[in-house]
């Protein structure tokens, strides 16, 4: 059987890979690592006074990173912290809503996800990789080895994986019994729908008039600081802080290569190039350690790049082409035709893998040969492999590729040790094809040691002068550095999206307010200076500079609408608020159910709710609106004839404000209604 090879771990390298490796992760030491460098005080985040365990957090971002890695997914090891923080915090949410509910799993319900004929996509998966037939066996391998003469042993790491399939089967089990539960309990009544079909049922059209706060000057409305505090204390739960913020300027500076590295790597390539060109292969450039060469044997289908396509279509034995340079990545790449051959590109075969001595190997083989199937060998314990299969055979071992290419007519032994072996059949072998074995040169120029010191010398002496958060701010300009501000709390990944930051969100909450910091070299592409400027703690303050701006601003609007009211006051017409506010009567749609008004934007509840309510040919005005005040007539109703059906109706509730628009904020609920604390910092 394919999954006790895997499991064994003792099978030859074989040429023609069957199957898939077995599904591992490595855990680290955590529980070692974390208590030596934190004690025993190892609690990471509490969520409702229940503690989140920085050893268990470890593992499961340890266990994160290596299946990103298997993936060839690079991340940044901060980000990868942050998701499964949240996570964590989000299970425990979610763990404490099924407690107080009583959700539980059956047995049954667990056996059938795990080993019934519709197994969870995640055990099917798992059994496929391991090269078993189905999640019922694969079950009985992990659980009665000794019957397929395994030890518990070698079983042990793919049982623990079991194990933890497992436990994440039984929490979805858990958490769609939840969504059941709330879709069942959130369901649109009479009064819903007839609400629903009330607020789409009618489109008036209406003439209005608007005059927008914006065409007043700000200088003759500037509010006082006294009438800024004041709009800022009646939006002060708008600027609530779930986490403290620190206010901070940041400058970044490109380590890149100067013109100077350039112009000396643009000559080297010269250098390359000509060494190239004085002899077929590329030994003269080989011991050149600043070149990466790959030689590869391929077909001009395999050939991605056009440039490269076209240059080996038509380049003769020992042509080089012209150097070819990637701005974005500072790299050159040259490419030479090392020489043409016509030969068979693809075979059709069929494999059979046998796991288990000589002899059963060759029973194997003779059974084939006389006509069996791999269907037929089903039963025969340790034997399987696929049919019908194209293989590339362009760049594998030379003396594998003579046995596929000069294969006899029945089934014969592909590689074989005492342990296993594969037996293959070559059913159909591809015209030969021209192939070109070509060398790909690249070289990526990197900043120079002069290049990065320099970089590094000139920001240093600009902190050196500018060693105040307020100094760092005011003279960056005109030292040539762009300074940008923003904000981060204890839980930022990264400052601004820029990878590899996370030591510096470390450093700004260990500092005090105005501290510059030295350069931060933790992301190897760029260097990294911060201030800190203020520290907010439950609400973002008044004195904040974006707060500030929407408090201001508001705070105008509302004394320019103050204006606009007192002089629209005693209109009678439309023509008569269109001269007084200076604007043009347009003319548009307004239903109630929907946010967006066209010609008028969205955010109008003001607007919306007076013309639900007006007379028809009645003149409605001034009203306030928020980036405005508007006068309207509505000139006509139109309800539509169609009746909405309660399918409809639901279906709208249940995305708008019910079971749907709940479980999609599920978490978001939860956590406004519990303590969350996070001490990242700490341990990362």
């Given at each position: 059987?394919?999954?006790l090879?895997?499991i064994?771990?003792?099978?030859?390298?074989?040429?023609?890979?069957?199957?898939v490796?077995l599904?591992?992760?490595i855990?680290g030491?955590?529980?070692?690592?974390?208590?030596?460098?934190?004690g025993?005080?190892?609690?990471?985040?509490?969520?409702?006074?229940?503690?989140?365990?920085?050893?268990?957090?470890?593992?499961?971002?340890?266990l994160?990173?290596q299946q990103l890695?298997?993936?060839g997914?690079?991340?940044?090891?901060?980000?990868i912290?942050?998701?499964?923080?949240?996570?964590m915090?989000?299970?425990l949410?979610?763990?404490?809503e099924?407690?107080?509910?009583g959700?539980e799993v059956?047995?049954?319900?667990?056996?059938?996800s795990?080993t019934?004929?519709?197994?969870?996509?995640m055990?099917?998966?798992?059994a496929?990789?391991?090269?078993?037939?189905?999640?019922?066996q694969?079950y009985?391998?992990?659980?009665?080895?000794?019957?397929?003469?395994?030890?518990p042993e070698q079983?042990?790491?793919?049982?623990?994986?079991?194990?933890?399939?497992?436990?994440?089967v039984?929490?979805?089990?858990?958490?769609s019994?939840l969504?059941?539960?709330?879709?069942?309990?959130?369901?649109?009544?009479?009064?819903?729908?007839?609400?629903?079909?009330?607020?789409?049922?009618?489109?008036?059209t209406?003439?209005?008039?608007?005059?927008?706060?914006?065409?007043?000057t700000?200088?003759?409305?500037?509010?006082?600081?006294?009438?800024?505090?004041?709009?800022?204390?009646?939006?002060?739960?708008?600027?609530?802080?779930?986490?403290?913020?620190?206010?901070?300027?940041?400058?970044?500076?490109d380590?890149?290569p100067?013109?100077?590295?350039?112009?000396?790597?643009?000559?080297?390539?010269?250098?390359?190039i000509?060494s190239?060109?004085?002899?077929?292969g590329?030994?003269?450039?080989?011991n050149?350690?600043?070149?990466?060469?790959?030689e590869?044997?391929?077909?001009?289908?395999?050939?991605?790049?056009?440039?490269?396509?076209?240059f080996?279509?038509?380049a003769?034995?020992?042509?080089?082409?012209?150097?070819?340079?990637?701005?974005?990545?500072?790299?050159?790449?040259?490419?030479?035709?090392?020489?043409?051959t016509?030969?068979?590109?693809s075979?059709?075969?069929?494999?059979?893998?046998v796991?288990?001595?000589?002899?059963?190997?060759?029973?194997?083989?003779?059974?084939?040969?006389?006509?069996?199937?791999l269907?037929?060998?089903?039963?025969?314990q340790g034997?399987?492999?696929q049919?019908?299969?194209?293989?590339v055979?362009?760049?594998?071992a030379?003396?594998?590729?003579?046995k596929?290419t000069?294969?006899?007519a029945?089934?014969?032994?592909?590689?074989?040790?005492?342990?296993?072996g594969f037996?293959?059949k070559?059913l159909?072998k591809?015209?030969?094809?021209?192939?070109y074995?070509?060398?790909?040169?690249?070289?990526?120029?990197y900043?120079?040691?002069?290049?990065?010191?320099?970089?590094?010398?000139?920001?240093?002496?600009?902190?050196?002068?500018?060693?105040?958060a307020?100094?760092?701010?005011?003279?960056?300009?005109?030292?040539?550095y762009?300074?940008?501000?923003?904000?981060?709390?204890?839980?930022?990944?990264?400052i601004?999206?820029?990878?590899?930051?996370?030591?510096?969100?470390q450093?700004?909450?260990?500092?005090?307010?105005g501290?510059?910091?030295p350069?931060?070299?933790?992301?190897?592409d760029?260097?990294?200076?911060?201030?800190?400027d203020?520290?907010?703690t439950d609400?973002?303050?008044?004195?904040?500079?974006?707060?500030n701006?929407?408090?201001t601003l508001?705070?105008?609007?509302e004394?320019k609408?103050?204006?606009?009211?007192?002089?629209?006051?005693?209109?009678?017409?439309?023509d008569?608020?269109?001269k007084?506010?200076?604007?043009?009567i347009?003319?548009?749609?307004?239903?109630?159910?929907?946010?967006y008004?066209p010609?008028?934007?969205?955010?109008?509840?003001?607007?919306?709710?007076?013309?639900?309510?007006?007379?028809?040919?009645t003149?409605?005005?001034p009203?306030?609106?928020?980036?405005?005040?508007?006068?309207?007539?509505?000139?006509?109703?139109?309800?539509?004839?169609?009746?909405?059906?309660?399918?409809?109706?639901?279906?709208?509730?249940?995305?708008?404000?019910?079971?749907?628009?709940?479980?999609?904020?599920v978490v978001?609920?939860?956590r406004?209604?519990?303590?969350v604390e996070?001490?990242?910092?700490?341990?990362?």
């Amino acid at each position: 059987m394919a999954a006790l090879e895997k499991i064994r771990q003792k099978a030859v390298l074989l040429t023609v890979a069957i199957g898939v490796a077995l599904l591992a992760f490595i855990l680290g030491d955590a529980e070692r690592v974390v208590s030596s460098v934190f004690g025993n005080n190892s609690t990471i985040a509490k969520v409702d006074g229940e503690k989140i365990d920085a050893i268990e957090f470890q593992n499961r971002y340890e266990l994160a990173s290596q299946q990103l890695q298997n993936q060839g997914q690079q991340v940044d090891a901060a980000l990868i912290q942050q998701q499964v923080m949240e996570q964590m915090i989000q299970e425990l949410l979610l763990n404490k809503e099924l407690e107080k509910v009583g959700i539980e799993v059956s047995d049954n319900e667990i056996t059938e996800s795990m080993t019934g004929a519709n197994a969870n996509y995640m055990v099917a998966q798992f059994a496929q990789q391991m090269g078993v037939e189905s999640a019922a066996q694969l079950y009985d391998l992990l659980f009665n080895p000794g019957k397929y003469g395994a030890t518990p042993e070698q079983v042990a790491e793919a049982k623990a994986q079991w194990l933890k399939i497992k436990d994440e089967v039984v929490k979805n089990l858990k958490y769609s019994k939840l969504q059941g539960l709330i879709a069942g309990a959130i369901q649109a009544n009479k009064l819903d729908r007839e609400q629903l079909n009330e607020e789409n049922a009618v489109t008036s059209t209406i003439n209005f008039v608007k005059q927008a706060y914006e065409s007043l000057t700000d200088e003759k409305y500037k509010p006082t600081e006294a009438e800024v505090k004041a709009q800022y204390e009646k939006d002060k739960a708008f600027f609530r802080l779930d986490e403290e913020m620190r206010k901070i300027h940041y400058i970044t500076v490109d380590v890149v290569p100067s013109k100077d590295d350039l112009n000396k790597a643009a000559a080297m390539i010269g250098e390359t190039i000509d060494s190239l060109k004085k002899e077929n292969g590329v030994d003269l450039v080989r011991n050149n350690s600043e070149l990466v060469i790959n030689e590869a044997s391929v077909r001009l289908s395999d050939i991605r790049d056009t440039e490269v396509k076209n240059f080996v279509a038509n380049a003769a034995i020992g042509d080089v082409s012209e150097p070819k340079f990637e701005n974005s990545s500072a790299t050159y790449t040259i490419t030479k035709l090392l020489n043409k051959t016509t030969a068979i590109d693809s075979v059709k075969v069929n494999v059979v893998a046998v796991q288990g001595a000589k002899s059963l190997q060759d029973s194997v083989l003779n059974l084939l040969n006389e006509g069996k199937t791999l269907a037929d060998l089903k039963d025969i314990q340790g034997v399987s492999g696929q049919e019908d299969q194209w293989q590339v055979i362009l760049n594998i071992a030379d003396s594998v590729k003579t046995k596929l290419t000069n294969a006899p007519a029945g089934y014969f032994a592909l590689d074989s040790n005492d342990n296993a072996g594969f037996l293959c059949k070559v059913l159909e072998k591809k015209a030969p094809k021209t192939i070109y074995n070509i060398a790909a040169i690249e070289h990526k120029v990197y900043p120079s040691t002069e290049t990065t010191n320099g970089l590094n010398d000139k920001l240093q002496e600009f902190i050196t002068t500018n060693n105040t958060a307020e100094a760092f701010e005011a003279n960056a300009v005109k030292s040539g550095y762009n300074c940008v501000a923003t904000a981060i709390t204890p839980s930022s990944a990264q400052i601004d999206r820029i990878e590899s930051t996370r030591k510096a969100v470390q450093w700004l909450f260990e500092s005090k307010v105005g501290k510059v910091s030295p350069i931060l070299t933790e992301n190897k592409d760029k260097l990294l200076v911060v201030a800190l400027d203020a520290i907010y703690t439950d609400y973002a303050p008044v004195s904040d500079e974006q707060v500030n701006m929407a408090e201001t601003l508001k705070a105008a609007n509302e004394k320019k609408a103050a204006d606009m009211m007192a002089k629209l006051e005693g209109k009678k017409t439309l023509d008569e608020f269109s001269k007084a506010m200076g604007a043009a009567i347009d003319t548009t749609q307004v239903t109630f159910g929907q946010m967006y008004i066209p010609k008028v934007g969205a955010g109008e509840a003001e607007l919306t709710a007076a013309v639900a309510t007006a007379k028809e040919n009645t003149v409605v005005g001034p009203i306030k609106g928020n980036s405005g005040v508007y006068a309207f007539v509505v000139t006509g109703n139109e309800k539509s004839e169609r009746k909405v059906t309660d399918q409809e109706a639901n279906r709208t509730f249940a995305s708008s404000r019910g079971n749907q628009a709940v479980m999609r904020n599920v978490v978001a609920i939860l956590r406004k209604s519990v303590k969350v604390e996070k001490d990242m910092l700490r341990f990362f």
